[in-house]
């Protein structure tokens, strides 16, 4: 088999983590529950949703523009059950972030039902810790 080209420039052995991510050169957050192929639905300008190539089933998401979403609404409004300390904010809810994203859009039945779909995606770790989102 032949050898990946970035082969060298890692160490150990890649493993799957199930946890949302900030990625901020996209500026938006990832999650993928489960450790295999899936196809993206381009839900709206903000939500794709993840689809198994096996079965159907949601096992994941993107959300875009995660900065702007902040800005509109503020992190205090996106803070629900999030950690604080010593009155600074440290982590964002998920959660509160889809519903945010979904305030964006048209109230249609197939955007509620993905974001609905998305919302039930079993999280280990719902939020994600401001150090991660390179706030301006």
Known sequence: MEKHFLDEQMEGTPTFQSEPWYNRFGD???????????????IDELLSVYHSVNDGRTIGFQIKGV??????????????????DANELKSISIAALLLAAYEEGPRTLGRRRAYASVMECPVDRRSIPTEELQLV
Do not use: M, Y
């Open 28 to 42: 938006c957050v990832i999650f993928q529950i489960a450790d295999e192929a899936f196809v993206a639905e381009r």
């Open 67 to 84: 900065l702007a979403i902040i800005k509109k609404f503020g992190l205090d409004g996106l803070s629900i059950k999030s950690e604080t």
